[in-house]
């Protein structure tokens, strides 16, 4: 059987562990909108580069 220090220590062991993952995933999806985020950006500069440059031939 555990002592009740012993498995205190577990818990908070375990807790902190999640709590780790849980700001490394948090970091993760923070890091990945920013991303998608810039890609649209360029991407919708680029758009509107083109449509410039098809009004300029007409």
Sequence with gaps: MMSGKRL??????????????LTVYGGYLCAMRGYR???RQ?????????????????
């Design 37 to 39: 985020y810039m890609q």
């Design 42 to 58: 360029k991407q919708l500069k680029l758009s509107a580069e083109n449509q410039d440059a098809e009004i300029m031939k007409d």
């Design 8 to 21: 205190a220590d577990m818990g908070y062991r375990a807790f902190s562990a999640s709590m780790m993952l």
